[in-house]
């Protein structure tokens, strides 16, 4: 917005990663917003939140599993401006990896789940800000 104040909002996202180097990715389900594209399980940092604490939070309440905060690893970033269509804000979004959680993950806000193996990753319809995840999340996994 030029001249203005654009509105940044913080989401932390987690590029869950299993026993056989896959990836969860999540569906976002009909009635939010950019339905039917795949993301990073995470979301909004609330006020007073570490990014780390929304991270535990979010993924309990999304996919009932418990994650301590030593087993979240920070490792790259997006930063993508979404235009008046899609709310007119500015996303910051850091992206943690994480190979260690207590319980199986399960859909419990309506969303599908997909076990995605790395070269997969690009196969799935993603928002804007999370496609240049995926460069760096591939990188790493691959090392």
Known sequence: MAGGVTRLVLVIACALIDGE????????PPGKTMAGLWEFP???CE??????????RELREELAIAVASRDLT???FASHRYGPA???FHL???????RNWQGV???????????VRPAHLRDYPMPAADAPLIGPLQKFLAE
């Open 21 to 28: 180097n896959k990836v969860l990715l999540t569906r976002r």
């Open 42 to 44: 995470g979301g909004k």
């Open 47 to 56: 006020t007073g939140e570490t990014p780390e604490d929304c991270l535990i």
């Open 74 to 76: 920070p490792l790259c």
């Open 86 to 88: 899609e709310g007119d």
């Open 92 to 98: 910051l979004m850091p992206l943690y990896v994480c």
């Open 105 to 115: 993950c399960r859909a419990l806000e309506g969303q599908n789940l997909a076990w």
